[in-house]
């Protein structure tokens, strides 16, 4: 059983890797010559490996028992969560401390809405979605003009404030026993929790594809942009307050999405499921997995569900009293969290970049870096974060000499002004 | 109107409590630009110190200046094993490291004190002050919280403005590399600045034990609200920290008092977008001089 | 005076510094010249214990630099005014000076001789009380070498001085270094970008070109030296 | 137009037109009453540090909301708009700090700055759609060729903040480029650069002040001779002197404010650039005469 769940998150994790693959470093992915088997276009070629990924979920959680099932769905449902974080903390760089929040207005959105509506599981979760993106709408425009520390607390506290707001008025939501949801009805002969768990991985897969577009596009580079360099982002003509508010509605609309599906899962929507640690732990498997990374929410996910399983398992082997057990699963967890920061700041899947990267400099031998020499590499590139852990190895083809131009004939000279201005669409064929 | 009196001095004393442990975030991020969000977890356990010792019979002050002496020893230790080696790298790491630490320390505390609350003594009466024939809701403790607090601001306040170590303090959080090649010994200042609100927070455990109920977790709240305190305050100014403690105390009494206990982190939230829309920085913050 | 004896430093694969060995003398200004990317810095660098060599050695007045910690060396008396952001910005100019000032001078010696610089530089004594991060570029610079003078150093490093300065305040600050050198026992060491105006100032020059010493020799022979100069300094 | 008085041939096509423009810091008076054009060709913007030349760029740019006075761009006035818009409007600036994203990649940084011609929206990126994925590699490949023009091709997949301070600045100029402006604004593009790639950088210069038009500040005055059909002298805010480069190198106030005396019988020799005689260096570039 435990080896057949190794596998399953190990494949969904490499058909993330491929989708994951042409945003996060180099933008002229397309020009890989590894991946020229797939459909050069970009939308036939995620939809491919989508497609490819779903079939392979379907297959795996047919094969698992119904209580690891349940477990393979909040993976999924994690991984949503960790991709719309991905985007706001990793790569437009606002920390938030709030992610939960957006889950509890999903979730309390769905529940509503198949309480009082009967609305489709579909419409259901777009509307919790499409809530949390407004919320995140909301709470993005102050926070535009809000960085690092200041914006960590705007989000704790909205992450503290809105679920006691459930139980101020709980005649609607529920008060503390919360809205109780209806799973959805499995076709066929599929037991119910099996049916979850595909939808809840399928989402997972679209949502990656959904965002791993987007990063790849031009909002994708606004965000890197902004995160490294607001004023230099500015000026080459990027609205930075717009580009910040859609990373927070992308990662809300995620969240929103997530909190529906945990919604089902759980059968009960409660303010209870959504406290102030459900926050910092999704901050902090985002982080764990690879802050940036796409692939890097797979790992977060998988440790999001696993880490509480492992612990109180080892709890028991080690016959612990039931009271200090309990505690065993947090010490473990934050000890974990402040080892991997120390030790791999890029988190799991910047630690297997890193290694990639080893095994390919020793593959592909010398020629890496002669080019960097003296000055050049003093402050920065020494220490340069593994924190982005968005860069794959350098496969530097060697620069041509920095020193006297070779001749070059008037039209092909510096900048080739004129061209600039009428030649938009004479090269469209790109 | 005599609950509109009692919600205000009861917003004045909580108002200290957030400002002392807002004092030592300040301290923090003044010295080492990190926001420690392990702050409340560390008063927690410098505060379960004392209360063992004064199990064991010790007296009250000597278990005060025990909780402070650990808190400082802590703080140093937090610095040289954990944050010292993350030098370099990007803001998020320091905040997901005390973010650990913060659950770590809570899950050492419940494991061995468990999580139920207890009582933690007060240095003085925490019967209401009588004012002519009307008793306030304002302690002979809620008295010495406030002038601990004080003291505490002062004494920050000098330490950053009028003493050479405060200017070396300053000097190495901005520009490390530089601080070093004028001959500051950076690393040890570090350290000296996360032990000393080390035993800031410890004395804010102490001043808060009292008052709430006592148990591992007795701490997140207030550092919520703290945090709250030092941010609309601008981070980086005591007095700010103080001013911004009292603000948030208020708020969060008027709030909880008119509109009902639940809606105090959301009147909290309020507070903090109206005053960062006003002043991004914080109230107390300089304007920075130049764009590019 | 600065004896560097084969010296050697390197980032991971790539070398920085190779064998690089040079003399510089008390009272005079050692130039230091190169493209972008020969060294210079790293030499710098190196000396101030801010990077660590991979053999070699650096004395000072009989004393070996290398190996020791960044403020142990700045206390012992070798004021390094690194390229570009020299200043902390959040410190009041007088405060900037008053921090070097600390491990160097007593109290009242600090007092007279921050005084003393602003009597040099009249246009930061305007601005005295006022944080680093208001002043203009050329005003930092000025703050930056008036910081290292401030604290009478033994050994002077300075990284790029003339770094987005007008032609006149660069000419200003040669001016007051050459005579801050000149008849003291202070020994200075120069790197420039420009090499024309460094070598108008500088007694001796060591020209750099992809971490090896290529020249070591009076300034006015480099100067007068047109090959030389086309090569490496490309002018 | 007050200001193009016909003293300069240049200023026929003038777009930037700065008219009697103060800024007022608390008590510092930044600017006083400027007054400029720049469009085609290229016009020197010098002073001693702290004349005003920073807070003009950032007037310009829109950092700085001015106090009073006029500015406009073509048909469009300044003064009131966000940074972000400019290259919109067709204008570029480069920074003085370089101002790259020093984790990414250099092909990324110099397709940064095709945001403001990027037309794909938000929706169709979501889908991964055929417009946005054309539009991306329209924008990539353009990069490439720019990035190779400027002798900088093979640095493209390598990150920014690791490459020599030289590469840096073309790779800054390259992301100004992209974004087909009509008028470049150069922040010191000369500081920190060796003698041999400034007559590089001032054959370039040359050859973009051909096409569009260039402000530039500079402290280099061997560049600002090089290159500069006008020049504009900035000291305490007010502007004392404008004409050729060298009207200004003659003018005795500048002398004075700028230069000083002992120098600039170094740097008015600058025969490395001006002159084309040498064939391995910038006489290859083509002159813009």
Same mark, same amino acid.
Request: proline share 4%; aromatic share 6%.
């Given at each position: 059983?435990?080896?057949?769940?190794?596998?399953?998150?190990?494949? #969904?994790? #490499?058909?993330?890797?491929?989708?994951?693959?042409?945003?996060?470093?180099?933008?002229?992915?397309?020009?890989?010559?590894?991946?020229?088997?797939?459909?050069?276009?970009?939308?036939?070629?995620?939809?491919?490996?989508?497609?490819?990924?779903?079939?392979?979920?379907?297959?795996?959680?047919?094969?698992?028992?119904?209580?690891?099932?349940?477990?393979?769905?909040?993976?999924?449902?994690?991984?949503?969560?960790?991709?719309?974080?991905?985007?706001?903390?990793?790569?437009?760089?606002?920390?938030?401390?709030?992610?939960?929040?957006?889950?509890?207005?999903?979730?309390?959105?769905?529940? /509503?809405?198949?309480?009082?509506?009967?609305?489709?599981?579909?419409?259901?979760?777009?509307?919790?979605?499409?809530?949390?993106?407004?919320?995140?709408?909301?709470?993005?425009?102050?926070?535009?003009?809000?960085?690092?520390?200041?914006?960590?607390?705007?989000? /704790?506290?909205?992450?503290?404030?809105?679920?006691?707001?459930?139980?101020?008025?709980?005649?609607?939501?529920?008060?503390?026993?919360?809205?109780?949801?209806?799973?959805?009805?499995?076709?066929?002969?599929?037991?119910?929790?099996?049916?979850?768990?595909?939808?809840?991985?399928?989402?997972?897969?679209?949502?990656?594809?959904?965002?791993?577009? *987007?990063?790849?596009?031009?909002?994708?580079?606004?965000?890197?942009?902004?995160?490294?360099?607001?004023?230099?982002?500015?000026?080459?003509?990027?609205?930075?307050?717009?580009?910040?508010?859609?990373?927070?509605?992308?990662?809300?609309?995620?969240?929103?999405?997530?909190?529906? *599906?945990?919604?089902?899962?759980?059968?009960?929507?409660?303010?209870?499921?959504?406290? /102030?640690?459900?926050?910092?732990?999704?901050?902090?498997?985002?982080?764990?997995?690879?802050?940036?990374?796409?692939?890097?929410?797979?790992?977060?996910?998988?440790?999001?569900?696993?880490?509480?399983?492992?612990?109180?398992?080892?709890?028991?082997?080690?016959?612990?009293?039931?009271?200090?057990?309990?505690?065993?699963?947090?010490?473990?967890?934050?000890?974990?969290?402040?080892?991997?920061?120390?030790?791999?700041?890029?988190?799991?899947?910047?630690? /297997?970049?890193?290694?990639?990267?080893?095994?390919?400099?020793?593959?592909?031998?010398?020629?890496?870096?002669?080019?960097?020499?003296?000055?050049?590499?003093?402050?920065?590139?020494?220490?340069?974060?593994?924190?982005?852990?968005?860069?794959?190895?350098?496969?530097?083809?060697?620069?041509?000499?920095? #020193?006297?131009?070779?001749?070059?004939?008037?039209?092909?000279?510096?900048?080739?002004?004129?061209?600039?201005?009428?030649?938009?669409?004479?090269?469209?064929?790109? | 109107?005599? $609950?509109?009196?009692?919600?205000?001095?009861?917003?004045?004393?909580?108002?200290?409590?957030?400002?002392?442990?807002?004092?030592?975030?300040?301290?923090?991020?003044?010295?080492?630009?990190?926001?420690?969000?392990?702050?409340?977890?560390?008063?927690?356990?410098?505060?379960?110190?004392?209360?063992?010792?004064?199990?064991?019979?010790?007296?009250?002050?000597? +278990?005060?200046?025990?909780?402070?002496?650990?808190?400082?020893?802590?703080?140093?230790?937090?610095?040289?094993?954990?944050?010292?080696?993350?030098?370099?790298?990007?803001?998020?790491?320091?905040?997901?490291?005390?973010?650990?630490? $913060?659950?770590? @320390?809570?899950?050492?505390?419940?494991?061995?004190?468990?999580?139920?609350?207890?009582?933690?003594?007060?240095?003085?009466?925490?019967?209401?002050?009588?004012?002519?024939?009307?008793?306030?809701?304002?302690?002979?403790?809620?008295?010495?919280? @406030?002038?601990?607090?004080?003291?505490?601001?002062?004494?920050?306040?000098?330490?950053?403005?009028?003493?050479?170590?405060?200017?070396?303090?300053?000097?190495?959080?901005?520009?490390?590399?530089?601080?070093?090649?004028?001959?500051?010994?950076?690393?040890?200042?570090?350290?000296?600045?996360?032990?000393?609100?080390?035993?800031?927070?410890?004395?804010?455990?102490?001043?808060?034990?009292?008052?709430?109920?006592?148990?591992?977790?007795?701490?997140?709240?207030? @550092?919520?609200?703290?945090?709250?305190?030092?941010?609309?305050?601008?981070?980086?100014?005591?007095?700010?920290?103080?001013?911004?403690?009292?603000?948030?105390?208020?708020?969060?009494?008027?709030?909880?008092?008119?509109?009902?206990?639940? $809606?105090?982190?959301?009147?909290?939230?309020? $507070?903090?977008?109206?005053?960062?829309?006003?002043?991004?920085?914080?109230?107390?913050?300089?304007?920075? +001089?130049?764009?590019? | 005076?600065?004896?560097?004896? !084969?010296?050697?430093?390197?980032?991971?694969?790539?070398?920085?510094?190779?064998?690089?060995?040079?003399?510089?003398?008390?009272?005079?200004?050692?130039?230091?010249?190169?493209?972008?990317?020969?060294?210079?810095?790293?030499?710098?660098?190196?000396?101030?214990?801010?990077?660590?060599?991979?053999?070699?050695?650096?004395?000072?007045?009989?004393?070996?630099?290398?190996?020791?910690?960044?403020?142990?060396?700045?206390?012992?008396?070798?004021?390094?005014?690194?390229?570009?952001?020299?200043?902390?910005?959040?410190?009041?100019?007088?405060?900037?000076?008053?921090?070097?000032?600390?491990?160097?001078?007593?109290?009242?010696?600090?007092?007279?001789?921050?005084?003393?610089?602003?009597?040099?530089?009249?246009?930061?004594?305007?601005?005295?009380?006022?944080?680093?991060?208001?002043?203009?570029?050329? !005003?930092?610079?000025?703050?930056?070498?008036?910081?290292?003078?401030?604290?009478?150093?033994?050994?002077?490093?300075?990284?790029?001085?003339?770094?987005?300065?007008?032609?006149?305040?660069?000419?200003?600050?040669?001016?007051?270094?050459?005579?801050?050198?000149?008849?003291?026992?202070?020994?200075?060491?120069?790197?420039?970008?420009?090499?024309?105006?460094?070598?108008?100032?500088?007694?001796?020059?060591?020209?750099?070109?992809?971490?090896?010493?290529?020249?070591?020799?009076?300034?006015?022979?480099?100067?007068?030296?047109?090959?030389?100069?086309?090569?490496?300094?490309?002018? | 137009?007050?200001?193009?008085?016909?003293?300069?041939?240049?200023?026929?096509?003038?777009?930037?037109?700065?008219?009697?423009?103060?800024?007022?810091?608390?008590?510092?008076?930044?600017?006083?009453?400027?007054?400029?054009?720049?469009?085609?060709?290229?016009?020197?913007?010098?002073?001693?540090?702290?004349?005003?030349?920073?807070?003009?760029?950032?007037?310009?740019?829109?950092?700085?909301?001015?106090?009073?006075?006029?500015?406009?761009?073509?048909?469009?006035?300044?003064?009131?708009?966000?940074?972000?818009?400019?290259?919109?409007?067709?204008?570029?600036?480069?920074?003085?700090?370089?101002?790259?994203?020093?984790?990414?990649?250099?092909?990324?940084?110099?397709?940064?700055?095709?945001?403001?011609?990027?037309?794909?929206?938000?929706?169709?990126?979501?889908?991964?759609?055929?417009?946005?994925?054309?539009?991306?590699?329209?924008?990539?490949?353009?990069?490439?060729?720019?990035?190779?023009?400027?002798?900088?091709?093979?640095?493209?997949?390598?990150?920014?903040?690791?490459?020599?301070?030289?590469?840096?600045?073309?790779?800054?100029?390259?992301?100004?480029?992209?974004?087909?402006?009509?008028?470049?604004?150069?922040?010191?593009?000369?500081?920190?650069?060796?003698?041999?790639?400034?007559?590089?950088?001032?054959?370039?210069?040359?050859?973009?002040?051909?096409?569009?038009?260039?402000?530039?500040?500079?402290?280099?005055?061997?560049?600002?001779?090089?290159?500069?059909?006008?020049?504009?002298?900035?000291?305490?805010?007010?502007?004392?002197?404008?004409?050729?480069?060298?009207?200004?190198?003659?003018?005795?106030?500048?002398?004075?404010?700028?230069?000083?005396?002992?120098?600039?019988?170094?740097?008015?020799?600058?025969?490395?650039?001006?002159?084309?005689?040498?064939?391995?260096?910038?006489?290859?570039?083509?002159?813009?005469?």
């Amino acid at each position: 059983m435990a080896s057949l769940d190794a596998s399953g998150t190990a494949r #969904g994790a #490499g058909a993330g890797d491929a989708i994951d693959a042409p945003g996060s470093g180099r933008a002229g992915g397309s020009r890989t010559p590894r991946r020229l088997r797939l459909p050069r276009q970009p939308m036939l070629r995620h939809l491919a490996l989508a497609a490819a990924g779903a079939a392979l979920c379907y297959l795996v959680t047919s094969l698992l028992s119904p209580y690891n099932d349940v477990l393979a769905g909040e993976i999924g449902l994690y991984v949503v969560a960790l991709a719309g974080l991905s985007v706001l903390t990793g790569m437009s760089g606002q920390i938030s401390l709030g992610h939960g929040a957006f889950m509890a207005v999903g979730a309390y959105t769905a529940a /509503l809405l198949a309480n009082h509506t009967g609305l489709d599981l579909a419409l259901q979760l777009l509307a919790a979605a499409g809530t949390a993106a407004v919320l995140g709408a909301v709470v993005g425009l102050p926070a535009t003009r809000l960085r690092g520390p200041y914006l960590a607390g705007m989000t /704790l506290l909205l992450a503290l404030a809105l679920p006691p707001i459930a139980d101020r008025w709980n005649s609607l939501f529920g008060g503390d026993q919360g809205l109780v949801t209806t799973p959805p009805t499995a076709p066929g002969d599929l037991n119910a929790q099996q049916w979850l768990a595909d939808i809840e991985l399928w989402l997972a897969i679209l949502t990656l594809v959904v965002v791993a577009n *987007l990063v790849r596009s031009r909002f994708g580079r606004a965000f890197r942009a902004v995160r490294d360099d607001e004023v230099a982002a500015a000026l080459a003509g990027v609205h930075v307050a717009r580009t910040k508010v859609i990373a927070f509605v992308v990662a809300a609309a995620c969240g929103g999405l997530a909190g529906g *599906l945990l919604g089902l899962t759980t059968g009960v929507v409660s303010t209870g499921e959504f406290p /102030l640690t459900l926050s910092i732990q999704l901050l902090a498997a985002m982080v764990l997995g690879g802050a940036g990374s796409l692939v890097g929410a797979w790992w977060g996910a998988v440790l999001l569900v696993y880490l509480p399983e492992w612990s109180s398992s080892l709890a028991g082997d080690l016959q612990l009293g039931a009271g200090t057990s309990a505690y065993l699963a947090t010490i473990i967890f934050g000890a974990v969290l402040i080892v991997a920061m120390i030790a791999a700041p890029g988190g799991i899947q910047g630690s /297997l970049r890193l290694c990639w990267a080893y095994v390919g400099s020793r593959r592909g031998g010398a020629g890496t870096g002669d080019a960097v020499r003296g000055d050049a590499v003093g402050g920065d590139a020494v220490r340069s974060g593994a924190m982005a852990g968005g860069e794959r190895p350098l496969q530097d083809r060697a620069p041509s000499s920095g #020193g006297p131009a070779a001749p070059r004939g008037a039209a092909g000279s510096p900048g080739s002004a004129p061209n600039v201005q009428s030649n938009e669409s004479s090269n469209s064929d790109g | 109107m005599t $609950l509109f009196v009692d919600y205000s001095l009861n917003g004045v004393a909580q108002g200290m409590i957030f400002a002392a442990l807002a004092l030592a975030l300040v301290l923090i991020f003044r010295a080492t630009r990190v926001v420690n969000f392990a702050q409340g977890a560390m008063a927690m356990m410098t505060t379960f110190g004392a209360s063992t010792l004064l199990e064991h019979g010790v007296g009250y002050w000597w +278990a005060f200046v025990a909780a402070l002496a650990i808190g400082f020893v802590l703080g140093a230790l937090v610095e040289v094993l954990l944050i010292r080696r993350l030098e370099g790298r990007s803001e998020l790491n320091p905040v997901i490291v005390t973010i650990g630490l $913060l659950v770590v @320390l809570e899950g050492i505390a419940g494991a061995v004190y468990g999580n139920s609350s207890r009582g933690f003594p007060a240095a003085y009466s925490q019967t209401g002050l009588v004012i002519g024939h009307t008793t306030v809701d304002f302690s002979h403790f809620d008295v010495f919280v @406030l002038v601990a607090v004080v003291v505490l601001m002062l004494a920050n306040l000098v330490l950053f403005r009028a003493t050479s170590l405060g200017l070396q303090m300053r000097a190495s959080a901005y520009a490390r590399e530089m601080s070093r090649l004028l001959g500051v010994r950076v690393g040890r200042l570090l350290t000296l600045g996360w032990a000393l609100a080390g035993l800031a927070g410890a004395l804010a455990g102490l001043l808060t034990a009292p008052t709430s109920s006592f148990s591992p977790y007795f701490m997140d709240l207030d @550092l919520v609200y703290a945090f709250t305190a030092a941010v609309v305050g601008g981070l980086e100014s005591p007095v700010g920290a103080l001013v911004g403690g009292l603000v948030t105390g208020l708020c969060i009494s008027y709030v909880g008092g008119y509109l009902g206990s639940g $809606l105090e982190p959301l009147g909290a939230l309020a $507070l903090l977008i109206i005053a960062l829309m006003a002043r991004p920085k914080g109230l107390f913050a300089r304007p920075p +001089a130049r764009m590019v | 005076m600065l004896e560097v004896r !084969e010296l050697s430093v390197g980032y991971g694969p790539v070398t920085a510094l190779h064998a690089v060995s040079f003399d510089a003398l008390p009272g005079t200004i050692t130039a230091v010249l190169g493209a972008n990317g020969a060294g210079k810095t790293t030499l710098l660098r190196t000396l101030s214990g801010l990077v660590r060599a991979r053999h070699g050695s650096a004395r000072f007045a009989g004393d070996e630099l290398l190996g020791r910690p960044v403020e142990t060396i700045a206390r012992a008396g070798v004021a390094h005014v690194p390229e570009g952001r020299g200043i902390i910005e959040e410190l009041t100019v007088a405060e900037n000076l008053e921090l070097a000032a600390l491990w160097r001078l007593g109290r009242r010696d600090r007092r007279a001789a921050i005084a003393a610089t602003f009597e040099t530089l009249p246009r930061l004594g305007t601005f005295r009380d006022r944080r680093a991060s208001g002043l203009s570029g050329g !005003e930092r610079q000025m703050l930056a070498v008036g910081r290292a003078l401030v604290t009478q150093p033994r050994l002077l490093l300075l990284d790029e001085p003339s770094l987005g300065l007008a032609p006149l305040v660069t000419a200003q600050l040669m001016a007051i270094l050459a005579d801050k050198t000149a008849g003291s026992e202070m020994v200075v060491v120069l790197v420039e970008q420009n090499a024309r105006s460094a070598l108008s100032v500088s007694t001796r020059a060591v020209v750099l070109d992809l971490g090896e010493v290529v020249a070591d020799d009076e300034s006015a022979a480099v100067a007068a030296d047109v090959d030389l100069r086309r090569h490496y300094l490309g002018y | 137009m007050p200001t193009a008085s016909g003293a300069t041939l240049s200023s026929v096509g003038s777009r930037l037109v700065v008219e009697d423009l103060t800024v007022q810091f608390a008590s510092l008076r930044a600017l006083d009453g400027v007054s400029l054009s720049a469009g085609q060709g290229v016009v020197g913007l010098i002073g001693p540090n702290g004349a005003g030349k920073t807070t003009l760029f950032n007037v310009i740019c829109g950092f700085v909301r001015p106090t009073s006075g006029r500015l406009s761009y073509g048909n469009v006035g300044l003064g009131r708009h966000h940074p972000h818009e400019l290259s919109g409007l067709g204008i570029a600036r480069t920074l003085q700090g370089v101002g790259l994203c020093k984790t990414q990649s250099v092909l990324e940084n110099v397709m940064l700055g095709a945001e403001a011609r990027a037309r794909c929206d938000i929706v169709s990126a979501l889908l991964g759609s055929r417009r946005s994925s054309r539009e991306e590699g329209r924008i990539a490949e353009r990069a490439r060729q720019l990035l190779d023009e400027l002798d900088v091709g093979g640095y493209a997949s390598r990150r920014a903040g690791e490459l020599p301070y030289g590469v840096q600045k073309k790779v800054a100029l390259a992301r100004a480029l992209i974004a087909e402006p009509e008028l470049l604004l150069l922040d010191e593009p000369a500081s920190g650069l060796s003698e041999a790639e400034l007559g590089d950088l001032a054959g370039r210069i040359r050859w973009l002040g051909t096409h569009l038009g260039v402000l530039l500040v500079e402290h280099r005055m061997d560049l600002v001779n090089a290159v500069c059909d006008r020049v504009v002298v900035l000291n305490f805010g007010q502007v004392i002197a404008e004409g050729t480069a060298a009207e200004i190198r003659d003018n005795s106030e500048v002398a004075a404010a700028y230069l000083g005396g002992t120098v600039t019988a170094g740097i008015t020799g600058s025969a490395g650039i001006t002159g084309s005689d040498d064939g391995a260096g910038p006489g290859s570039i083509p002159g813009p005469r």
